[in-house]
């Protein structure tokens, strides 16, 4: 193996300093869009005179497209160069999202929506790779704790930050506000940062790509869509699952066979690159569901303004930024192992704990609870984040963050979907059993207190006593998803033990790190 010298970036002072920020940015910028655009679709559709099911294109179409972009861009920053690529996404995500924001119609929404999805693919991986690469051996938790703000924090304050700008100035604002982001960031790195060695001789996979970007994709329109029809019950529906799994299949089958893969699955046989893959499905889920679970409740179940909401999930990000400033530092003193099974098991308790959430659910006890899963959070991804590629060559380290933003995605539409599913499947179920108690020679009923609030032999009567029966079907339905995540949670933490040891690596400088290896 030959080695070259470290790049400027890759040496405290103003370079490194600047890289960091531009990394920052686009993560930031990037993470922002996958949640901030949901609540600002009840204005879209007014605006761009949109039926409800072209609206939710607004979101599938950007879900997709990055998803399938993901993938490949491991491969296409080696080919023709990460500086390169990243400085022509940035400036295309940033020009995708200006145009999103002047878009007149649907049809241009959702056009320049799949361009978001195809530039911004790459944002967050490249990214990842900019960090680590910018920072020596014994600094990469503190690395991961500056660029996971980003990540971690970018779903969180979304909702919120995008119903402050909707309503404050209008649901094109919610696409502006990456113009700032978007110069800083190709600004900076056309200025700063270095370009990476080119291989030439790389050649693309063709058929690999496309079984692969035909799986994911089929997979994304199912999840997607598959609440709207009735899952398994839509031709459609199974018509995805079907191609998705064709896809996938004759990906596996070619790549297995042929002696250039488009994914280079030599990135598996490190264990803690492969263990941090199942770790990042559970953080995808978890992450990502129980905001999806979280906003409804508080709005639909609780009865709050979508602002209070959207600051009160912002608390999770709170605990997220205090558990990151520390666990740097925490990461020389304790194994990484130690730190995740630390994290999940506060997650699981939060977690377990929102069980027994209600409508009279103190505000104070809900902040505590968000604070506390957030840091738990915290805890969980650097450290995970770090022993991913502490083992893993520098020249997979690419393919590897592509690998693992895919997975996060992948999993965090898996999980959603799943949540949801089982919010409605549960609601329903639960309503049913409740409404059999419900007849006229129910003695609870028949109370003075009662029958003088509900009188089941009105209109009126029966029409708030199915709003009751509704609020508490949705509340026990929310509760069985909650307790859903958190046993996940805590069948991932046994997993931790698989991880090697990293205290020795955060400790003290690496001397060998004086070059990168190429």
Known sequence: ?????????????????????????????????????????????????AS???????????????????????????????????IICSAGFTVASVMCGLAQDITQMVL????????????????????????????????????????MMGPIMGPSLGAWLTETYSWHWVFFVNL??????????LVFMDETKLDTKLQFDWFGFAALAIGIGALQ?????????DWLHSPEIVSEFIVSAVGFYYFFAHSLTTNRPFIQFAIFKDRNFATACVFMVVIGVVLFSTMALASPLFQNAFGYPILTAGLLLATRGGGTFVAMMLVSRLMTYFEAK???????????????????????TQVQTIVVNSVIQGFGLGLVFVPLSTAAFLTLPNHL??????????IRNVASSIGISIVIAQLTSGTARVHAVLAEHVTPFNQALQMPDVSS?????????????????????????????????????????????????????????DPNHAAVME
């Open 1 to 49: 193996m030959s080695t070259v010298a470290t790049s400027p970036s890759a040496v405290p002072g103003l370079r490194r300093n600047m890289v960091t920020i531009c990394a920052m940015t686009a993560t930031i910028m990037q993470a922002l869009d996958t949640t901030i655009a949901n609540v600002a679709l009840p204005y879209m559709q007014g605006s761009l005179s």
């Open 52 to 86: 409800q099911d072209q609206i939710n294109w607004v979101l599938t179409s950007y879900i997709v497209a990055a998803a399938i972009m993901t993938a490949p861009v491991g491969w296409i920053a080696n080919r023709f160069g990460r500086k390169r690529i990243f």
């Open 112 to 151: 320049f929506r799949l361009m978001q999805g195809v530039f911004g693919a790459a944002l967050v991986p490249l990214s990842q790779a900019v960090m680590l690469d910018s920072y020596p051996l014994h600094q990469r938790a503190k690395a991961m704790a500056i660029w996971g703000m980003g990540v």
């Open 180 to 189: 700032p982001f978007g110069i800083v960031t190709v600004a900076g790195l």
């Open 221 to 229: 329109l199912a999840l997607d869509r598959g609440e709207q029809l």
């Open 338 to 360: 130690v730190l995740i099974a630390t994290g999940l098991s506060l997650i699981a308790v939060t977690l377990y704990d929102m069980t027994g959430w209600t409508a009279d």
């Open 397 to 406: 380290r690419t393919d590897g963050t592509s690998m693992l933003t895919l």
């Open 453 to 509: 609030i509900v009188n089941l032999t009105t209109d009126a009567g029966r029409a708030l006593m199915e709003t009751i029966l509704l609020a508490q079907a949705q509340i026990i339905a929310f509760s069985q998803d909650f307790e859903l995540v958190a046993m996940i949670t805590a069948c991932a933490i046994p997993l931790a033990i698989i991880l090697g040891s990293t205290r020795a690596s955060m400790r003290a400088p």
